[in-house]
């Protein structure tokens, strides 16, 4: 790798934070300075990059500890507001996931598969100050002889409540189509047959982990903004696969990276973490994610200075080819064309539509970038990078 022209430290930017001298920019708005000035004088010049993306991340969940009932309880089968969350953790702990369905859905009695309440909802409902109705059941001990307890709780009611994911911000990610003949129903969306729409996620040139596509400062200790409040990233995330086929500006051109997060529910937000239910197939939880890029020298100024128009999405037939998993992209798109609203695909023009939000993407970048500004959020220096794979830098 050739030697860079600037250096910087995450703590020299930390202490210019704490004397309100660092210069923070979002992604967006680093395309245009790294673009006028060139990566060397906008490394000189910005010192925090901030980003965000807000989707459906399925991989989440919240660990609650609801207290011990008189007399005590040793829960193995917990509910809150009919959706079970899993008690074999302890006595009065629990761990109820996104994506876990309320049993007695009336929806899905109407319309079997489909649900309109589940654990994101949930926890939606709890970071929202709303009451939920806990059910929990017990064999019985002789140091936990309860069999049963029944409460209604609100979220400062639990003794802990901590969002933990195990997967969230896909570094990229599919644009999903159907070249079947009939409707079909999937996480991304409802897929019309002959290919006549293609559905995408991610911010594109906002999300975190495109903005550090080699995670040279991303990983276990990260300080990020997650569901309104402050969050840290864990570790590399289930299924993270940082060998995914890369275009020449370093960036993949698949799933690639994905991180596991966590933080405290009671400091978070339901304005960035909010339920969905997905027609035809579940439930899920959007959540808001937001992480800061220090920029330490010249390459990372030109990894956060990438645009939408730079950044290739690889496009796949959902309808025979996904559920199979064994073919491979039909095409790549960028997200530059994705965003006008229509691509070419097999030489037919198709509807595009984005299943993340990018203006609230938009707004978790601005949040983060307020609060670093404010010297109320010091960068957190990762303990251990997220595993990656060797980038020989762009050259002179």
């Given at each position: 790798m050739s030697q860079f022209k600037v250096k910087k430290t995450v703590a020299e930017i930390n202490e210019k934070i704490k004397q309100g001298q660092a210069v923070v920019v979002t992604a967006?708005?680093?395309?245009?300075?790294?673009?006028?000035?060139?990566?060397?004088?906008?490394?000189?010049?910005?010192?925090?990059?901030?980003?965000?993306?807000?989707?459906?991340?399925?991989?989440?969940?919240?660990?609650?500890?609801?207290?011990?009932?008189?007399?005590?309880?040793?829960?193995?089968?917990?509910?809150?507001?009919?959706?079970e969350a899993y008690a074999g953790v302890a006595a009065v702990d629990c761990y109820i996931g996104a994506a876990q369905p309320r049993e007695d859905d009336p929806l899905n009695k109407v319309f079997p598969g489909r649900f309109r309440y589940g654990g994101g909802h949930v926890i939606e409902d709890l970071v929202a100050g709303r009451e939920v109705h806990l059910e929990a059941t017990a064999y019985g001990t002789d140091c936990y002889p309860s069999r049963s307890h029944e409460a209604r709780m609100k979220l400062k009611d639990f003794r802990d409540g901590f969002l933990f994911n195990p997967r969230n911000g896909y570094q990229n990610y599919n644009c999903a189509v159907n070249l079947s003949k009939k409707t079909i129903y999937t996480y991304m969306g409802i897929l019309r047959p002959d290919c006549s729409n293609a559905n995408y996620s991610t911010s594109g040139q906002l999300s975190p982990l495109l903005n550090d596509p080699f995670y040279r400062t991303i990983g276990i200790g990260t300080r990020i903004f997650l569901g309104g409040g402050i969050g840290y990233v864990v570790g590399p995330g289930t299924q993270h696969d940082p060998g995914v086929k890369r275009s020449e500006n370093g960036v993949v051109m698949g799933g690639a990276g994905t991180i596991a997060v966590m933080g405290n529910l009671k400091g978070m937000s339901s304005k960035f973490l909010r339920g969905a239910s997905i027609t035809g197939y579940g439930c899920s939880l959007n959540v808001g994610i937001g992480i800061p890029i220090p920029i330490l020298d010249e390459e990372m100024a030109r990894f956060t200075g990438i645009s939408d128009d730079e950044i290739f999405v690889p496009v796949a037939d959902y309808g025979y080819d996904y559920p199979e998993g064994s073919g491979g992209p039909l095409t790549h798109v960028t997200y530059g064309q994705l965003k006008t609203g229509e691509v070419t695909i097999d030489g037919k023009k198709v509807t595009t539509a984005p299943l993340s939000s990018y203006s609230a993407a938009l707004e978790i970048a601005e949040t983060l970038k307020d609060w670093i500004r404010s010297g109320k959020f010091l960068l957190g220096e990762a303990q251990e990078t997220l595993p990656s794979i060797a980038f020989e830098g762009f050259g002179d």
């Open positions: 967006e708005e680093m395309i245009g300075i790294t673009k006028e000035l060139g990566p060397v004088q906008a490394a000189r010049k910005v010192d925090v990059v901030t980003t965000g993306t807000f989707g459906i991340m399925c991989s989440s969940g919240a660990f609650l500890n609801f207290g011990h009932a008189k007399p005590r309880i040793k829960a193995s089968r917990v509910y809150l507001n009919r959706v």
